[in-house]
């Protein structure tokens, strides 16, 4: 590995551990949704949840 592409990756690293911690970082995309649409996906796609009865 090339000196630029470990740079890029340490970079990459360090924005994730930013991501991770609630701070902002350039670019990351965020979705919430209610728990109700999770149920709604996972019953379309005909998954389960193994901690559900």
């Known amino acids: 590995m ?3 592409h470990f740079d890029r ?3 990459g690293v360090r924005e994730m ?3 991770m911690a ?3 970082v ?3 995309k965020t979705t ?3 728990a ?3 149920r709604t996906i996972r ?3 005909r998954y389960t949840n193994p901690g559900e009865p």
């Open 2 to 4: 090339d000196k630029r």
């Open 9 to 11: 990756l340490v970079k």
């Open 17 to 19: 551990k930013r991501h």
């Open 22 to 24: 609630g701070k902002r």
């Open 26 to 28: 350039r670019g990351a």
């Open 32 to 34: 919430e949704l209610l």
């Open 36 to 38: 109700s649409d999770v």
């Open 43 to 45: 019953e379309a796609r």
